[in-house]
């Protein structure tokens, strides 16, 4: 009798260790995907670079102006400015890390 009361107590002892075994495994495998990617690479020496690329990209849409320029992260940096053109004027918003990686435009409306 004392036997399935013992199997029974240890069935029940392993139901919270089974969540921990899982909590573990996939810690694990996390720590390995973050492993494999690498570690991010400081980029605050291509702040200068990151200007020029964000202003090259918004010419077409005319007399570039930057208005600010961010390291976001260890390796983005964000820099924000206005393009005009006589007509229209555009504010963008560009996103750089070895080369850009995200633009945005937006026309503003003409000025009163």
Same mark, same amino acid.
């Given at each position: 009798?004392?036997? #399935?009361?013992?199997?029974?107590?240890?069935?029940l002892?392993?139901?919270?260790?089974?969540?921990?075994?899982?909590?573990?495994?996939?810690?694990?495998?996390?720590?390995?995907?973050?492993?494999? !990617?690498?570690?991010?690479?400081?980029?605050?020496?291509?702040?200068?670079?990151a200007?020029?690329?964000?202003?090259?990209?918004?010419? #077409?849409?005319?007399?570039?102006?930057?208005?600010?320029?961010?390291?976001?992260?260890i390796?983005?940096?964000?820099?924000?400015?206005?393009?005009?053109?006589?007509?229209?004027?555009?504010?963008?918003?560009?996103?750089?890390?070895?080369?850009?990686?995200?633009?945005?435009?937006?026309?503003?409306?003409?000025? !009163?």
């Open positions: 009798m004392k036997h #399935p009361l013992l199997i029974a107590s240890l069935l002892a392993t139901v919270p260790l089974g969540g921990c075994v899982a909590g573990l495994a996939t810690s694990a495998v996390g720590m390995a995907v973050r492993s494999a !990617r690498g570690e991010p690479q400081d980029n605050a020496a291509l702040l200068p670079t200007v020029q690329a964000c202003s090259a990209r918004a010419a #077409p849409y005319g007399t570039v102006k930057v208005i600010d320029k961010q390291q976001v992260s390796d983005r940096i964000k820099v924000w400015g206005t393009a005009d053109n006589g007509t229209t004027r555009h504010s963008f918003e560009c996103t750089f890390g070895k080369k850009i990686i995200g633009f945005k435009l937006r026309a503003l409306p003409a000025a !009163r």
